[in-house]
């Protein structure tokens, strides 16, 4: 391990900061962000079997 953090790790944790930032100012369109979220991730976790 170099030790050093790679572009997509840190682009990553940017586009994670920013999505609790927008989740905690505006509730209700953070909640839709989260189900939409959930659902790709369950989109790709069964289609990445095939």
Not at 11 to 25: D, K, N, Q, R
Not at 31 to 36: E, H, Q, R
Not at 39 to 44: I, R
Request: charged residues 10%.
């Amino acid at each position: 391990m170099s030790g050093q953090i790679d572009q997509w790790t840190v682009l990553l944790m940017l586009i994670g900061c920013g999505t609790v930032y927008v989740a905690f100012e505006h509730p209700s369109f953070g909640t839709a962000l989260m189900v939409g979220v959930g659902v790709v991730t369950l989109m790709h976790l069964l289609m990445k079997e095939r």
